[in-house]
């Protein structure tokens, strides 16, 4: 099993920043995906951006140039730089890790954008 804990997110006013971080924990593969999906209200969750043990990331077009991911592999956490954010990046942001046919899932933290 894997866990995983987030930290980060809260409340800002339109255009600022915030950043999130995650620690994976338990039976982690040195090949992986880890990365960041998001859920608003009413919505289905999708993803937000995503980086491999390799380091080749993949992002949502409505965040490209705003958010930058990051990761450590020897401490297996992950991190997303959220710049320029706007109200309907106001969601509830989850942590994910995907390794050998699975997926695993963190608590969520809210991201809420003022404007």
């Known amino acids: 099993q894997v866990q995983l804990v987030e930290s980060g997110g809260g409340l800002v006013q339109d255009g600022g920043s915030l950043s999130l971080s995650c620690a994976a924990s338990?039976?982690?593969?040195?090949?992986?995906?880890m990365g960041w999906y998001r859920q608003a209200p009413g919505k289905q969750r999708e993803l937000v951006a995503t980086i491999t043990s390799g380091g080749n990331t993949i992002f949502a077009d409505s965040v490209k140039g705003r958010f930058t991911i990051s990761r450590t592999n020897v401490k297996n956490t992950v991190s997303l730089q959220m710049n320029g954010l706007k109200p309907e990046d106001t969601a509830v942001y989850y942590c994910?890790?995907?390794?050998?046919?699975?997926?695993?899932w963190g608590q969520g933290t809210q991201v809420t954008v003022a404007s």
């Open positions: 338990g039976s982690i593969f040195r090949i992986n995906v």
């Open positions: 994910s890790i995907s390794q050998m046919g699975q997926r695993f």
